[in-house]
């Protein structure tokens, strides 16, 4: 008899660590199986000084016993599918923060674009022009925009016209087509952009990758036009980008950063300027985020990036426990180098001069010097 009791309780217990770990308080959790166990040995007793028999006694108690069971039977497969919606919420968020982004992305695009439209044929001051063009493009019809600035259809039409000619002629010709990419379609560009080079993909003869050739990549991939912007956007939000924290004038407020601007900095300023050649910093970033994305990369992947003073930036992603990577990344960047390039590096620098050897070093001098930053 004890031992059944023991046991029943036993299953109360392990009811109220389900419940537990399910909604994460321990006063609720405790309550629904506590109760049962109680309420049961509670009618045991009492059945008992009734004077029941012992079997009677025993199934009614443990007919108080199926609900706990019911319980511990269905929490697994409750907190199973409870996992499964917190995923898919998790997914759709993150889908709404890429499109956020791609909107306010798309919007500062036209802001700027804006500021140097003016349609030569409208009598109508930059100013209206400009507030026309933000009507249409935030969805609003002709006869809308008509109505509302007292503007005639056709200098409307004839505005619109010409904003677009003139945005297809800022956009170099590659389309402005905005677009939301598929968990699969992400997957699939990722695990490209991680795993091969332009060349291999057919997006370009380098061995690098830079916004222009991210965006052939997506374009031949979906078999559409794509703008640069989407792409730019989409490369921030993957992670293929240094973050902004890492830079150098985010921490250009340090002693020893601002010392070493006026200092070192200036040498190598002076020197690329003198030889014609090009500063680029070198950074390199932790690629851990990607791992969300897509499941065919590296086991300890990290991003090179080469960042010009302009912002152009050319990135390779490795495995971290491949020795020789920094000096494949080093070849790719010098063949397409058309001056000398002066190579900031902000970190590992020690660790990468000593991969790359002082006999290759001395061979490349001509092509790439390197510089250590604090």
Same mark, same amino acid.
């Given at each position: 008899?004890?031992?059944? *009791?023991?046991?029943?309780? =036993?299953?109360?217990? @392990?009811?109220?660590?389900?419940?537990? &770990?399910?909604?994460? !308080?321990?006063?609720?959790?405790?309550?629904?199986?506590?109760?049962?166990?109680?309420?049961?040995?509670?009618?045991?007793?009492?059945?008992?000084?009734?004077? =029941?028999?012992?079997?009677?006694?025993?199934? %009614?108690?443990?007919?108080?016993?199926?609900?706990?069971?019911?319980?511990?039977?269905?929490?697994?497969?409750?907190?199973?599918?409870? $996992?499964?919606?917190?995923?898919?919420?998790?997914?759709?968020?993150? $889908?709404?923060? *890429?499109?956020?982004?791609?909107?306010?992305?798309?919007?500062?695009?036209?802001?700027?674009?804006?500021?140097?439209?003016?349609?030569?044929?409208?009598?109508?001051?930059?100013?209206?022009?400009?507030?026309?063009?933000?009507?249409?493009?935030?969805?609003?019809?002709?006869?809308?925009?008509?109505?509302?600035?007292?503007?005639?259809?056709?200098?409307?039409?004839?505005?619109?016209?010409?904003?677009? $000619?003139?945005?297809?002629?800022?956009?170099?010709?590659?389309?402005?087509?905005?677009?939301?990419?598929?968990?699969?379609?992400?997957?699939?560009?990722?695990?490209?952009?991680?795993?091969?080079?332009?060349?291999?993909?057919?997006?370009?003869? !380098?061995?690098?990758?830079?916004?222009?050739? =991210?965006?052939?990549?997506?374009? %031949?991939?979906?078999?559409?036009?794509?703008?640069?912007? @989407?792409?730019?956007?989409?490369?921030?939000?993957?992670?293929?980008?240094?973050?902004?924290?890492?830079?150098?004038?985010?921490?250009?407020?340090?002693?020893?950063?601002?010392?070493? @601007? *006026?200092?070192?900095?200036?040498?190598?300023?002076?020197?690329?300027?003198?030889?014609?050649?090009?500063?680029?910093?070198?950074?390199?970033?932790?690629?851990?985020?990607?791992?969300?994305?897509?499941?065919?990369?590296?086991?300890?992947? +990290?991003?090179?990036?080469?960042?010009?003073?302009?912002?152009?930036?050319?990135?390779?992603?490795?495995?971290?426990?491949?020795?020789?990577?920094?000096?494949?990344? *080093? %070849? &790719?960047?010098? &063949?397409?180098?058309? $001056?000398?390039?002066?190579? +900031?590096?902000?970190?590992?620098?020690?660790?990468?001069?000593?991969?790359?050897?002082? =006999?290759?070093?001395?061979?490349?001098?001509?092509?790439?010097?390197?510089?250590?930053?604090?």
């Amino acid at each position: 008899m004890l031992l059944l *009791v023991a046991l029943s309780a =036993a299953v109360g217990v @392990i009811y109220a660590v389900f419940r537990l &770990a399910k909604i994460q !308080n321990i006063f609720w959790s405790l309550i629904p199986s506590g109760g049962v166990l109680f309420i049961s040995l509670l009618i045991l007793l009492i059945m008992k000084l009734a004077g =029941a028999g012992w079997f009677s006694s025993l199934v %009614t108690f443990y007919l108080f016993q199926i609900p706990v069971m019911a319980g511990v039977v269905a929490l697994p497969y409750m907190r199973l599918h409870r $996992r499964i919606d917190v995923a898919a919420e998790n997914e759709k968020q993150n $889908r709404l923060q *890429v499109a956020r982004r791609i909107e306010a992305e798309r919007r500062r695009q036209l802001l700027e674009s804006l500021q140097g439209f003016c349609c030569a044929e409208s009598a109508m001051k930059p100013e209206g022009q400009r507030e026309i063009v933000l009507l249409s493009k935030n969805g609003k019809e002709v006869a809308e925009i008509v109505a509302a600035s007292g503007v005639s259809e056709e200098e409307v039409r004839m505005i619109l016209d010409s904003y677009e $000619r003139y945005a297809s002629r800022l956009e170099g010709g590659d389309g402005t087509a905005d677009l939301i990419l598929t968990p699969e379609q992400e997957e699939d560009i990722v695990c490209r952009l991680i795993n091969s080079a332009p060349y291999e993909c057919g997006a370009g003869s !380098n061995g690098l990758w830079d916004k222009s050739s =991210a965006r052939e990549l997506v374009a %031949t991939r979906l078999d559409s036009g794509v703008s640069t912007r @989407i792409v730019a956007a989409y490369l921030r939000h993957w992670g293929f980008t240094v973050p902004q924290k890492q830079t150098i004038k985010a921490r250009s407020g340090d002693p020893l950063v601002k010392s070493w @601007i *006026v200092s070192d900095f200036e040498k190598i300023r002076k020197e690329a300027a003198k030889n014609q050649g090009e500063i680029i910093w070198i950074y390199t970033v932790p690629m851990e985020a990607v791992r969300e994305i897509s499941t065919y990369i590296p086991k300890n992947p +990290v991003l090179i990036a080469a960042v010009t003073n302009d912002g152009a930036i050319r990135f390779r992603v490795y495995d971290e426990r491949r020795r020789d990577y920094f000096g494949d990344f *080093v %070849t &790719a960047l010098l &063949a397409s180098a058309d $001056r000398k390039y002066y190579a +900031v590096l902000n970190e590992r620098y020690d660790d990468y001069m000593s991969s790359i050897g002082r =006999a290759k070093r001395r061979a490349l001098e001509e092509k790439i010097e390197f510089f250590d930053c604090v």
